[in-house]
């Protein structure tokens, strides 16, 4: 194994990858093995070359997200340590991690550590994850004066899902979505569910499970 320690990076966004290299150049530790604008080519690289540790996206424009990527990693190559990270505010992706053994999660905009502690931790042999949720205004309100079920349902709202589907997805009556959702509006001061899902989706409060894994195949 190279002294250096070995680093891919994967995202989409041109400015968010080249501040992952920025990072890795940075020090005498590391070297940058390779940096993708896809999720894929990340996989197809692991899979023929030595690497140490993966930075990499979650919602990608083309091919696979990055849960989708980590998960295939993990499977044939648990050894090599990967940091999820997204621009986002989407907890859920959290556990989703956690189960297919991600080490770490960092949050672009919202995480108080930096890359490069996370990145230093992560190789010392921590899980590295955040404390809290990250903070998002929503119309009157902040993230954290929200319920986790008025998350999850706004989550499925987003899908433009009616209230009957919403309440079949998450195991609940009609009428109990039909009040999360007033209780939503009367918080942030929207007056109406379209608001609600457009305005969460603009600001990357909750994203659907069908939007991350979808995103890769619109054009």
Do not use: C
Not at 15 to 43: C, K, N, P, Q, W
Not at 47 to 61: G, P
Not at 143 to 162: G, N, W
Request: hydrophobic content about 35%; aromatic content about 6%; cysteine-free.
């Amino acid at each position: 194994m190279n002294e250096r320690i070995r680093v891919v990076v994967a995202d989409d966004q041109n400015i968010s990858r080249g501040f992952f290299e920025m990072y890795v150049h940075a020090s005498d530790r590391y070297e940058l093995a390779a940096s993708f604008r896809t999720a894929d080519e990340a996989v197809d690289f692991v899979e023929e070359n030595e690497t140490d540790l993966l930075i990499l996206d979650i919602m990608m424009q083309e091919g696979i997200d990055g849960l989708t990527a980590a998960a295939k990693i993990k499977r044939e190559h648990p050894e090599i340590k990967i940091i999820l990270t997204t621009s986002t505010s989407e907890t859920s992706w959290e556990e989703k991690a956690r189960a297919i053994g991600v080490e770490s999660f960092w949050y672009k905009e919202y995480d108080s550590h930096s890359l490069t502690d996370i990145m230093e931790r992560t190789l010392r042999g921590e899980s590295v994850y955040p404390s809290s949720a990250p903070e998002v205004n929503f119309g009157k309100i902040r993230r954290s004066d929200l319920t986790e079920r008025e998350l999850d349902v706004l989550r499925e709202l987003t899908a433009s899902l009616t209230n009957e589907e919403i309440a079949e997805k998450l195991h609940i009556s009609a009428n109990t979505v039909k009040r999360h959702l007033q209780n939503i509006m009367e918080k942030t001061g929207f007056g109406r569910r379209v608001d609600l899902a457009i305005h969460a989706r603009l600001l990357g409060l909750v994203v659907h499970d069908s939007e991350r894994i979808n995103s890769g195949e619109r054009k």
